[in-house]
């Protein structure tokens, strides 16, 4: 326990209503807002003797992190040893994570025993849960987390990551957009000041401008925005932000040019949330170069498509690549196709930030379609 003691002493530890146990989870700043299903089939996951290792799907900016610290902080009294987030965006190389883990913990390289060994002595015996956050990009660190979960039975690991990590037991919770209000419901009613989206958009929105209100111009035009914006909460904070200067029916006549509008997120957020446009980019610049070409190629797609439509445009990995399949077999990389994918595919997903960010790549590689 006085490594613990150690790990806390490092770390801010929330002063969150988390009963008993010691935790580094961190306490936002900004009203967690709705969620409550998925927060409960989290955290019910996470109970289970069966299940040790949950990873948090989906696109940038739907919400995996806000999500998995408050499922974590739900079940933070079920774990003896505390809960501990370990933030994983600043690592790109993937020999990092054992170590990033054991700084955190507090384990410390001694003499001759590698430290991923000591790690595994450390936790052999307690009951602890990892939340180790951002992993898309050191997926090939995976293998080591099974190894640690295998050895630690008192163990459980709970991950946020645009790609899963595909290694046995693991188990998938894909995290869908924020509830939208329905579109026949679009004047100031129950059903549209009671969507997720709606509710988020408003309360970003009153930080901003305090004197606005659901009105019957301005109900309609807040409903229109979260559904074109998919739901994304990234995106609906960053739209939000603008009614400072915008109303919401002038910012939803400019959302036509969505982009450019998304962007000047907060500054204690990281880079990659800064902008719609770099929350797209993580995942762009987490293909491998064959990929890059098909993502390129999906820009014809403004208002999203099927997979039969995206195999026909993706049977050449670019201009000057050689013929592949439309597809590449499941690799490492490819499947960080999955977390653009997830933004753009679907007949329904009006969300055209992506197909955009598409065509201003084609113009920055000189591609063209
Ligand atoms: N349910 C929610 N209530 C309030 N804010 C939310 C909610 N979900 C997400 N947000 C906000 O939306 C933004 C994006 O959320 P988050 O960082 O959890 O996304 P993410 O999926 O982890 O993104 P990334 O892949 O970039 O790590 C953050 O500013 C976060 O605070
Ligand atoms: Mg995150």
Redesign the pocket.
Known sequence: MAVIATARKGYCVSTAPIIGRVHNLRT?L??????ESQVAAVAGLLCRDDVRLIT?T?????????????AAAAVADKFDDGVWFVGL?PISNPALVVPAIAQVLGVREAGEEPLAARLESFLADRRLLLVL??F?QVVVAAPPVADLLGACPGLKVLV???VRLRVSGEREYP?PP?SLPVPEAASPGEETVSS?AVR?FF??ALAVKPDLALTAETAPAVAEICRRLDG???A??LAAARVKVLSPTALQARLERRLPLLTG??QD??A??QTMRA?IG??HDLLAPDEQALFRRLAVFVGGFTLEAAEAVGGEGGRSAPPSPPFPPPSSTASHRS?IRASCAGRSNALKSPATECWRRCGSSGWSA
């Open positions: 936002s900004s009203a967690f807002i709705g969620r948090l989906g696109p940038g900016g739907v919400g995996k992190t806000r999500l998995a610290t408050a965006a956050d951002n898309e946020t990551s645009r995290v924020l997720e988020l309360d970003r994304l909460p990234l609906i904070e997120g907060g957020l990281p990659r949330q929350a993580w995942s977390s």
